[in-house]
Nanobody, 123 residues
């Protein structure tokens, strides 16, 4: 059974940093794209960042460019999201996502989801 388990969420003040981790089990994703999405209360789930299987290419939502960095360690079957200069509008549940091959283009083409980790940024 494939599982994606996020960790690292919490409460942080505006301007602070957090690093999220997502550990995959049940399947190796070293050849597949992985990414992060988030969902704020009352809003739809939105794309945050994605990485190709090698980590050689990364993609970011405009709202997080320059502040968030996605990385992965295929030996550990883990993907990370370093979040710096956090803003109150970054408050959301953050979900790890994986797709079997191809490219992550949005929440509609994801094969596996984690259960999410809550990030709260206070002003």
């Amino acid at each position: 059974q494939v599982q994606l388990v996020e960790s690292g969420g919490g409460l942080v003040q505006a301007g602070g940093s957090l690093k999220l981790s997502c550990a995959a089990s049940g399947r190796t994703f070293s050849s597949d794209p992985m990414g992060w999405f988030r969902q704020a209360p009352g809003k739809e789930r939105e794309f945050v960042a994605a990485s190709t299987w090698s980590g050689g290419r990364t993609y970011y939502a405009d709202s997080v460019k320059g502040r968030f960095t996605i990385s992965r360690d295929n030996a550990k079957n883990t993907v990370y999201l370093q979040m710096n200069s956090l803003k109150p509008e970054d408050t959301a549940v953050y979900y790890c996502a994986a797709r079997i091959s191809g490219v992550i283009t949005g929440p509609g083409n994801i094969d596996y989801w984690g259960k999410g980790t809550l990030v709260t940024v206070s002003s």
